[in-house]
């Protein structure tokens, strides 16, 4: 054999090598939903019990005045004994007047709420509930913690659906189910309503599964005493992703995480690409910090935990890499067409039952599992990712459809050229997704072509929406840009 | 089995105490038994539709 034809069979070994890559993430996904139905009949409710321990709720609040009334009030109606629960507002030098709303509302519920006010803030979230923290550690009537956001409601019944955990010594925190809770959701809220079903009631069940959590959520999550003394006292204000950061502390303590997804609250999530954008940079921006320092733990199975797993590892860097494993497909597919047309023909035609079963068994498992989200965001989960990656499934799947059957319909026939032009687009999709998703962010709220900024959410899929914003902040990371809390303005839309 | 009755749904649950507390963990146990219905249904749906598909392709 010539080298140039070793040299042409290792490149085209390394172009399937790309294409296979860019399958790994959807792998995990699905791996990740088959653990759910597992759920149903392994859980930690069997080591639940009636517990009800001393609460202290540690709310940080900057500028909270129109949320904060609601938040309070709900909180106040919790079906939890009164004696047994304290409400902390840690007022982060606000400037509006949230410190006035908070004074009002302990005045309505004299002992139960109080205010802590921070003359100097700024310094992001983590500073201020170190400042509650501080003040509630001096005595000892905390058993508990409960950390929330400023804009959260919870249902009557949340704060003791997850105290019931506690009850189970080995278990150190417990996170609620978020739900997007806005009254009327536009666009962008309906699509984070179902990527929450996915990313909370799907995923976290199944993280339960598996003995590791990946992330407390930053508005309903809940600690032992003893967990917050073992994790230094405090929340870590190193990094973008302090919840996170305090999930790995308590389970490398060799201390549970528990999710309850029957234990709801509700949020108001931005409703805008730019707010959305906004918010998930920082969080993206935080899962790198997180993934460097405890770079130690990846991939080692350890005694006293389960972070180490193959199976957790897996996932983790899934959702990580997931914008560089669609690169990865797109530069393998087109690749191969240039070098061998014929292998990459084979491949795609060959992939359209992974690509078709994964949407079909993720979507319909998510619609089933929050029949509620579902009624609101069902057109939102059926387009998540994006109507250019169905026509990719049907391309795969049904070759001749778009090149044949619909230029039929329309008495048009495509040349060499257009076939061509067809087969690079749909290669190249997972690439040029997500660049349409960065115009998505720049034209919205423009006047000219503000109004495709919707038509073109749809287009492109929330999913590579998610991509995109994913590796600007990576980009923002390796450039070592300033760590600025942009705090997400609410509006306080949330209706239960 | 009046007391079991007494005991149960979301208004008996929020008397806090003990028995009431236990009815809701078994009631949020049986809850957690859809999702294993969903999933299965979800597995076969998918079985069902990428068969139909690869037999017509």
Redesign the interface.
């Given at each position: 054999m010539s080298w140039p034809a070793v040299g042409h069979d290792v490149l085209v070994t390394l172009l399937v090598v790309l294409v296979v890559v860019g399958i790994v993430p959807a792998l995990a996904g699905v791996y990740q939903y088959l653990l759910v139905p597992v759920h149903g009949l392994r859980n930690h409710l069997r080591r639940a019990a009636s517990h009800l321990p001393r609460v202290a709720v540690v709310v940080p609040a900057w500028n909270e005045g129109a949320v904060l009334a609601a938040s309070l009030e709900r909180l106040m109606r919790l079906e939890y004994p009164a004696d047994r629960l304290r409400v902390y507002v840690v007022d982060d030098a606000s400037t509006d007047d949230t410190p006035d709303v908070v004074r009002a509302k302990a005045a309505e519920h004299p002992g139960r709420i109080h205010l802590l006010r921070r003359e100097q803030g700024g310094q992001g979230k983590a500073h201020t509930l170190n400042h509650g923290i501080e003040h509630l550690l001096r005595d000892d009537w905390m058993q508990a913690l409960l950390i929330m956001d400023a804009d959260v409601i919870y249902r009557p019944d949340s704060l003791r659906r997850m105290t019931r955990h506690l009850a189970d010594p080995q278990v150190g925190a417990v996170t609620a189910y978020i739900r997007e809770g806005s009254g009327r959701p536009g666009a962008v809220a309906r699509f984070i309503g179902y990527e929450y079903v996915t990313a909370q009631a799907c995923a976290r069940r199944a993280q339960n599964v598996m003995g590791a959590v990946a992330c407390l959520a930053g508005g309903a999550q809940l600690h032992t005493r003893a967990n917050l003394e073992a994790i230094g006292g405090r929340i870590d204000t190193s990094t973008l992703a302090e919840d996170t950061f305090s999930t790995f502390l308590t389970q490398l303590d060799g201390r549970t995480v528990v999710f309850d997804g029957q234990a709801v609250v509700l949020a108001e999530e931005p409703d805008s690409v730019r707010a959305l954008w906004k918010q998930r940079v920082r969080w993206a921006r935080g899962n790198v910090q997180i993934t460097a320092r405890f770079r130690r733990t990846w991939f080692r199975p350890a005694r006293g935990h389960r972070l180490g797993r193959l199976d957790f590892g897996l996932v983790w860097f899934s959702v990580f890499a997931l914008p560089f494993t669609l690169v990865a497909a797109s530069t393998g597919f087109i690749g191969l067409y240039f070098v061998s047309p014929g292998t990459a023909q084979t491949l795609f035609g060959q992939l359209w039952w992974f690509g078709l079963g994964t949407y079909l068994f993720i979507t319909i498992t998510t619609l089933l599992v929050d029949l509620d989200t579902a009624r609101r965001s069902w057109f939102e989960g059926l387009l998540f990712p994006g109507v250019g990656a169905l026509v990719l499934v049907v391309a795969s799947a049904t070759p001749g459809f778009w090149l044949d059957t619909v230029p039929a319909w329309l008495g048009i026939t495509l040349t060499p050229a257009g076939v061509e032009a067809w087969t690079l687009l749909l290669y190249s999709w997972p690439v040029l997704s997500m660049v349409l998703a960065r115009l998505i962010r720049d034209v919205e709220g423009t006047r000219l072509l503000g109004w495709a900024s919707r038509p073109l959410l749809y287009l492109v899929g929330y999913g590579p929406l998610l991509c995109a914003i994913t590796l600007d902040a990576y980009v923002r990371e390796w450039r070592g840009a300033a760590q600025t809390w942009d705090k997400t303005e609410k509006t306080g839309r949330v209706t239960a | 089995m009046n007391a079991h009755r007494h005991a149960d749904g979301?208004q008996a649950?929020?008397r806090?105490?003990?028995d009431a507390?236990?009815h809701?963990?078994e009631a949020?146990?049986r809850?957690?038994?859809?999702?294993?219905?969903?999933?299965?249904?979800?597995?076969l749906?998918?079985?069902l539709?990428?068969l139909v598909?690869?037999a017509v392709?």
């Open positions: - | 979301p649950w929020a806090l105490t003990d507390l236990r809701e963990i949020n146990r809850a957690e038994r859809w999702f294993t219905v969903a999933g299965a249904c979800a597995a749906l998918t079985v539709v990428v598909v690869a392709r």
